[in-house]
């Protein structure tokens, strides 16, 4: 269920502490531009890390590579971005803003849904236990009208789409009475294709400087290093490449936070095959990829599997992995059969041959590719909105009061632990540096002495940080703190000898690692 309140909540909280700025912010922010703060850069090292770690550390068969964003313009050709990388948009001609037509019709195919869900939820209240929903949702006639109304504007669509029929997209908006959001007019331009790819030119003097892009996506660069990956690491098939790195679309509709940005960063992971072996690979990728997402422990019933029916131009087949954000189920990563459609195309466009000498089979061939797709920034959201919670706490003793905690997982928290001297004196700020020492090689840690004890648990509460490490004068006495959890604000006496050891077993990802394989 959509909660626009949470969203909202964890957008500020995102900035009130140090984890998501607007980009340029002084000059009044660019759009859908975002820059990441002091906790919200290490938390998406962390997250880096976890998908890195679990590709290349964790399978003998996959390495990483780090390629260049700008590549060689007919890199886009043959990728068929040039070509298919577009949006059908549309501009109201009172409002002047642009929209995407595909988002304006889902939008409003969403509204249907929202009021067949409206009737659902009063029959349920009406008939309480007995209320059968199948039954309701089959029999009663206005929620069978709307939803064969749901059906047909989504069929003409497909067929309108797959034609790349500009017009009749109009003419969908047209009919449906779709207006506006802004001015509520239904006075559209006709429907346009708009590339989504930024260029820019290479070179001093302009008049002779090539046109190039900003890749769009991070797969190019795995693919045009396919033949040097293999041969410098005699790989063989089956084995992949993965990489981290920025990417870039000239998003029309841009919005929802680090939803949907123009800069923005994938984990991309190409698994090269024999061919005809694409769709055990594809159904393995598939749970392996759910598998992974499910071990940090935020919830299996926020994951869901999206089968794709329009296809991108180069997939055979494709599935989403779809996370429960505040604003309901939306795509968090991509898992594609892209037959050898990428390698060919480059074969054809540069020349050069990219094929496989099987010695198993005595044959050469363009290998095949599954590839998994997720956007970083998708995922840092993921995990900031599944851990942000406001509980009541002290309810007991009449002075209830709201704590709000980051429920991060502990192996993706940006501080591990805080050093807290109880007060500023009598030789506890120097004791508890010490203990800093004895953990800052192994854990991101913070030292804090400012503040009472309780505002300071509640910061690190706000950031995610798994422990609180209290020094007190009986630390001076036995060399043991007091151990807080962040989850259960528990407290228990340790020996400081103990601490890495204790902290070690909850932020290591080789549980998590241990789990996969
Ligand atoms: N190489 C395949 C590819 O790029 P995609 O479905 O277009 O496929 C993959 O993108 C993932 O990248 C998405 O599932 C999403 O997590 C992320 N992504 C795509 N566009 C994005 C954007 N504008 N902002 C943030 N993340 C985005």
């Not at 098939?237 to 919005?255: C, D, S, Y």
């Not at 990428?342 to 099987?358: N, V, W």
Request: aromatic share 12%; hydrophobic share 35%; net charge negative.
């Amino acid at each position: 269920m959509a909660n626009p309140d949470k969203f909202k909540k964890v957008i500020a909280h995102a900035k009130e502490y140090g984890f998501v700025f607007q980009s340029s912010e002084i000059y009044d922010g660019l759009s859908a531009v975002y820059d990441y703060g002091q906790n919200g850069s290490e938390l998406k090292e962390n997250i880096k890390k976890y998908w890195k770690d679990s590709m290349v550390m964790m399978h003998e068969n996959i390495v990483g590579i780090d390629s260049a964003i700008f590549m060689h313009p007919t890199v886009w050709k043959a990728s068929g971005h040039v070509g298919a990388f577009n949006d059908p948009l549309i501009d109201n001609k009172n409002s002047k803003k642009r929209y995407r037509a595909d988002v304006l019709i889902e939008e409003h195919v969403e509204k249907i849904n929202i009021k067949i869900n409206k009737d659902v939820e009063k029959a349920r209240k009406k008939f309480g236990d007995d209320f059968d929903e199948d039954q309701f949702r089959s029999t009663n006639g206005r929620i069978i009208e709307r939803q064969k109304n749901i059906d047909e504007i989504l069929s003409r669509f497909k067929t309108a789409f797959e034609k790349d029929d500009l017009p009749d997209i109009k003419q969908i908006i047209i009919d449906n009475g779709i207006a506006c959001p802004v001015s509520g007019s239904k006075n559209w331009t006709d429907v346009r294709q708009f590339n989504l790819m930024f260029d820019t030119k290479l070179g001093s003097v302009s008049e002779d400087a090539d046109l190039i892009y900003l890749r769009p996506e991070t797969a190019q660069g795995i693919f045009v290093n396919y033949l040097n990956v293999q041969k410098t690491g005699r790989m063989k098939l089956p084995f992949g490449i993965a990489q981290i790195g920025k990417a870039f679309r000239n998003e029309i509709v841009a919005r929802q936070f680090i939803f949907r940005m123009r800069e923005f960063e994938q984990m991309e992971m190409q698994f090269f095959i024999r061919p005809g072996e694409e769709d055990k690979w594809f159904e393995y990728w598939r749970d392996a990829r759910m598998k992974w997402h499910k071990a940090l422990g935020m919830g299996d019933e926020n994951y869901r599997f999206h089968d794709h029916e329009n296809m991108a131009h180069y997939a055979k087949a494709a599935t989403d992995i779809e996370f429960n954000f505040p604003f309901g189920f939306k795509e968090l990563e991509g898992i594609h059969s892209r037959t050898d459609f990428d390698l060919s195309q480059h074969q054809k466009f540069s020349g050069k041959k990219l094929q496989y000498f099987d010695p198993e089979t005595n044959e050469s061939y363009v290998p095949y590719v599954i590839e998994t797709s997720i956007g970083l920034d998708r995922m840092f959201l993921t995990v900031l909105s599944n851990s942000f919670e406001e509980e009541e706490i002290n309810k007991e003793n009449g002075k209830t009061e709201i704590r709000t905690v980051l429920r991060i997982p502990e192996v993706l928290a940006p501080v591990k632990a805080a050093i807290l001297p109880l007060v500023k004196k009598d030789g506890l700020p120097e004791k508890a540096r010490k203990i800093l020492e004895q953990l800052k090689y192994d854990f991101n840690c913070q030292y804090e002495e400012k503040d009472s004890i309780g505002k300071r648990y509640r910061r690190h509460d706000a950031i995610g940080t798994p422990f609180c490490i209290t020094v007190d004068h009986q630390t001076l006495e036995d060399n043991t703190v007091t151990l807080r959890y962040r989850d259960t604000m528990e407290q228990e006496r340790i020996k400081i000898d103990e601490l890495n050891s204790i902290i070690d077993e909850k932020v290591n990802f080789k549980k998590l690692f241990k789990e996969l394989n």
